[in-house]
């Protein structure tokens, strides 16, 4: 009877023990989610930047080239 207890226990321990890890999973995916969220709006507004900034200098080096013919 003893070991009947003790493995009823353990069961319980155990299905514990996935159900919090896979909690912890969970958070860390979705925390990961926003994260990646994050990075990708930081990306894509530095390449807003660059292309701006891109586009200023075209606009100038066309005259200076237009200036060298």
């Known amino acids: 009877m003893k070991n009947k207890s ?3 226990r ?3 321990i155990c299905k514990w023990i996935i159900i919090i890890g896979g909690a ?3 958070a860390f995916v979705f925390a990961g989610c926003n994260t990646m969220k994050g990075l990708a709006q ?3 507004s530095v390449t807003e930047g660059i292309q701006s900034e891109m586009s200023k200098n075209d606009s100038s080096t066309s ?3 237009s200036y060298r013919n």
Do not use: A, R
């Open 6 to 8: 003790k493995d009823n």
């Open 24 to 26: 912890f999973i969970c």
């Open 63 to 65: 005259t200076s080239l």
């Open 10 to 12: 353990m069961d319980f």
């Open 42 to 44: 930081d990306v894509y």
